[in-house]
């Protein structure tokens, strides 16, 4: 194992307790998280957790240890798998950029919940049309009323009457 060593003969560790404590501290920060907030999340994540705890685990001389239910609540409270949680932060990317990307990976994941919703609906509603040939006209118009937009209303009337959103 020689090979593996750095200048100074330590051994670089990809996975690490470390590595958890240094990812939790960033991770709490990039969601602007408080170490109290922190704490409760994982207490409601089913893993009993105090704001010390959290502190200590972050900024702690000698660090406090975590245990592998604590490391599956964080992994689970950040949305992380737990292979990436315990991974080194990488290198280059401040706070402010992990914010950034954290937004529009939520972003991301809200609009295609957003659009499954909207296909089903619209499915849904053909599916009616279907059964019910005659209430065509009232859809649109109940389409209409709602949205307020001509435009927008015949864009999602185009969507029903092609059986879907996709």
Not at 7 to 31: D, I, T
Not at 107 to 134: N, S
Not at 142 to 153: H, S, V, Y
Request: glycine fraction near 6%.
């Amino acid at each position: 194992m020689a090979d593996d060593r750095h200048e100074g003969g330590e051994v670089p560790l990809l996975y690490s307790e470390g590595n958890v404590a240094a990812r939790v501290a960033l991770e709490r920060e990039v969601r602007g998280w408080s170490t109290t907030e922190l704490a409760e999340r994982v207490t409601r994540a089913g893993v009993k957790m105090n704001q010390t705890a959290v502190w200590r685990i972050e900024n702690g001389t000698p660090r406090r240890r975590i245990n592998l239910d604590e490391a599956l609540a964080f992994s689970r409270v950040f949305e992380l798998p737990l292979e990436e949680l315990m991974s080194p932060p990488l290198e280059g990317l401040d706070i402010a950029s992990r914010r950034l990307v954290q937004e529009a990976v939520e972003a991301f994941y809200e609009t295609r919940d957003a659009r499954d919703r909207l296909h089903h609906a619209v499915v849904a509603i053909a599916d009616h049309i279907k059964a019910h040939p005659d209430s065509s006209r009232a859809i649109h118009e109940q389409c209409l009323r709602l949205m307020g937009d001509e435009r927008d209303a015949r864009t999602l009337t185009s969507d029903i009457e092609d059986g879907g959103h996709y």
